[in-house]
């Protein structure tokens, strides 16, 4: 059985405060791309659970989030067979993509389906919250204004269907470090009704007025290079540049997919490069 697990961009994310329990409140738009890994999974005779994959994702297999979950559902439900996952990494690790969410939130569908679970959406997004707070985004794979840690989803049921160019640069960052360096009071207040109508309305020039990501400013204090990327990205004058999540990836967003494909070519060598659409 395969399982495609679809990459995560933030076209809205605002930082409210902190929670007790050493998390912040959000408010997101989260939108599904059509940049994904793909996940094959069979059964196996014995109880092993075997993760393999095209590139080196942890130092361990046991660390990986798909090893974790699948180990947990097997547990949960006392199932008789072991799992083989080989996981088709397509979607850069450690991006502001999810790429580790999604792959998670493919092994509940896809264990789901494998072993006849039946299980709905919302009861595998309830059980996986546990896991990271994107898994419950990714496995209703739907535009969703996300409250909460993220957990909490209200779907737009609208598609916007255009066409992003993200830019990964080589740089490791650490989602924690990032909302540590937030300093609530500079945070920029942008409220979120003018994004969730643009996007309910398909209105794409609003959308690329109304984007906005709140955590921009103090991953650039940690990671100058980020910044320096967005810098040169918006001499390119294209409607939208913008951080997903906490980084590093830099999205562009122009109404001519022409000039997209121009600075894909421009930022081929050094750069993770993945000319994709909106789900």
């Known amino acids: 059985m395969k399982e495609k697990a679809y990459a995560k961009i933030n076209l809205y994310l605002d930082v409210l405060g902190k929670r007790p329990?050493?998390?912040?409140?959000?408010?997101?738009?989260m939108v599904p791309v059509k940049l994904h890994d793909t996940l094959d999974f069979s059964k196996r005779e014995d109880h092993e659970i075997k993760v393999t994959s095209n590139v080196e994702i942890t130092d361990k297999p046991e660390d990986n989030l798909v090893y974790e979950?699948?180990?947990?559902i097997m547990q949960l439900y006392n199932l008789k067979h072991g799992i083989n996952i080989h996981i088709e990494k397509r979607i850069p690790i450690a991006a502001?993509?999810?790429?580790?969410?999604?792959?998670?939130?493919?092994?509940?569908?896809?264990?789901?389906?494998?072993?006849?679970?039946?299980?709905?959406k919302e009861e595998m997004a309830k059980m996986a919250e546990g896991y990271g707070a994107d898994i419950p985004f990714c496995i209703h794979t739907k535009a969703s204004i996300a409250r909460g840690k993220g957990e909490k989803l209200f779907f737009l049921n609208k598609k916007l269907n255009i066409p992003v160019l993200i830019i990964t640069p080589d740089i490791k960052v650490l989602t924690k470090k990032v909302y540590q360096q937030v300093d609530i009071a500079k945070v920029p207040k942008v409220k979120i009704t003018s994004m969730s109508n643009a996007i309910y309305n398909q209105?794409?020039?609003?959308?690329?007025?109304?984007?906005?990501?709140?955590?921009?400013p103090f991953a650039f204090e940690l990671y100058p290079e980020i910044k320096e990327l967005k810098t040169a990205l918006?001499?390119?004058?294209?409607?939208?540049?913008?951080m997903s999540g906490s980084g590093p990836s830099i999205m562009v967003f122009d109404a001519d997919k022409k000039l997209l494909e121009r600075i894909s070519i421009d930022y081929n060598e050094g750069y993770r490069v993945n000319l994709t659409k909106t789900l």
């Open 21 to 29: 329990d050493d998390y912040h409140d959000l408010e997101m738009i």
């Open 69 to 72: 979950i699948a180990s947990f």
């Open 96 to 120: 502001g993509l999810a790429g580790g969410s999604s792959d998670g939130a493919a092994t509940f569908r896809a264990m789901n389906k494998l072993f006849k679970l039946k299980l709905t």
């Open 203 to 216: 209105n794409y020039e609003l959308f690329t007025k109304e984007a906005h990501n709140a955590l921009e």
């Open 234 to 242: 918006e001499a390119y004058n294209p409607d939208l540049v913008l």
